[in-house]
Structure formats: structure tokens, C-alpha cells
């Protein structure tokens, strides 16, 4: 856990005992993903939270990038942002995605993978969140000369938005590793 978590106090929501707004949001994702993971639970505590991310996650899933490039990009944010479920969330997902195990451990590591069109995108990520949103000209142009367009360097700001409502919340709620992520434990390299 992060030395600078709050000790958590937020209920692991079922449907039944979440609030009615978020009911619906719940039931959606139980029915995508088979089940409904311990911090989405926790994020329905916020109605508002909960059904804002969920929209966003289908904004995102609907733009230009494959499942595999939003679970690397995914995994990015949560290690900048040291969101230890998080990265087990979306290492998992990412392994059923078809993104190499290599490429999913130099993520974990918080190094470029060695595919060059995914450490591009990568780069463009770690750059946009260390900078706050200014990735500077070099980056950017780095990132368009591997093939992605200006377009997608805005779907990267989503990207990282609907990451980061997940990684804040998380660092709130405390939500504990789901079971079918444990194999996937995380801990931030400057922790270990």
C-alpha cells in the first residue's frame, strides 16, 4: 500500500447494496466483464464517479485504439500514478488482450517495451502524465513519426483521464485485490 493512502472505509458494493444510481452501472458491468471488481464496488459509493468512468470506458473502447494498445496504455498510467490494483487489473487484461508477456513485464517495470510502435505510444503516455499534459515537441513529434496521428495523441488525453479516475480512486478506497488478481501483484519499483 502506498505510505500515503488513507485507511480505507469504503463498502465493497454488491447491486443490492449499492446506491439505486449506481445499480444499472453495476449490472453493466457484471454483465461485460462476468463479474464486478472490488474497485469498481468501491466507486459505487459515488453514483456520479462510477457512471462517469463507465461512460468514458466506452468512449474510449469506441476510438481508434485496439484493446491491447488501451491495456498497455492502461498499465502506463497506473504505474506512474502507483496504482498497485490497477496494474494488476490491467495486467490481467492485458495478457487476454494478446499483449506479450515481455511487453506486460517491461510495463510492470516501468520501461519501454521492445515492440518500437508500442514504447512510442508508451513514451507519449509517461511523457503526457509526468508533464501534467505537456509532452513538448519532441515527444510529440516522436509519437506521430511512429505512426500515430494527432487525433490519437487526444485519445491519449482520454486514455488517461478515464485511467486516472480509476488510480485516484483506488489511492481513496483502498479497494483489495480482487482473488483472480493475485497472480498479477504489483508493487512500484521505488517501493521494492
Request: proline fraction near 5%.
Amino acid at each position: 500500500m502506498n505510505k500515503n493512502a488513507v485507511a480505507s472505509t469504503y463498502a465493497i458494493h454488491t447491486v443490492e447494496t449499492a446506491p439505486e444510481a449506481a445499480r444499472e452501472g453495476l449490472r453493466g458491468l457484471q454483465a461485460a466483464v462476468g463479474l464486478i471488481p472490488n474497485l469498481a464496488a468501491t466507486m459505487a459509493t459515488s453514483p456520479g464517479l462510477l457512471n462517469g468512468f463507465l461512460a468514458l470506458r466506452e468512449l474510449y473502447a469506441a476510438g481508434s485504439f485496439s484493446p491491447a494498445d488501451i491495456q498497455v496504455l492502461s498499465i502506463v498510467s497506473a504505474t506512474e500514478n502507483d496504482c498497485a490494483w490497477c496494474v494488476a487489473f490491467h495486467t490481467a487484461i492485458a495478457l487476454k488482450e494478446g499483449v506479450p508477456a515481455d511487453v506486460v513485464d517491461s510495463l510492470r517495470a516501468v520501461r519501454a517495451p521492445g515492440d518500437a510502435r508500442w514504447a512510442a505510444l508508451t513514451d507519449f503516455a509517461r511523457a503526457m502524465v509526468r508533464g501534467r499534459g505537456n509532452v513538448g515537441p519532441a515527444a510529440f513529434a516522436k509519437f506521430l513519426a511512429a505512426g500515430f496521428t494527432r487525433e490519437q495523441a487526444l485519445e491519449v488525453v482520454l486514455g488517461m483521464g478515464f485511467s486516472l479516475l480509476a488510480n485516484y480512486a483506488h489511492h481513496l478506497t483502498q479497494a483489495p485485490l480482487d482473488a483472480f488478481l493475485a497472480p498479477h501483484a504489483w508493487k512500484s519499483p521505488a517501493a521494492r
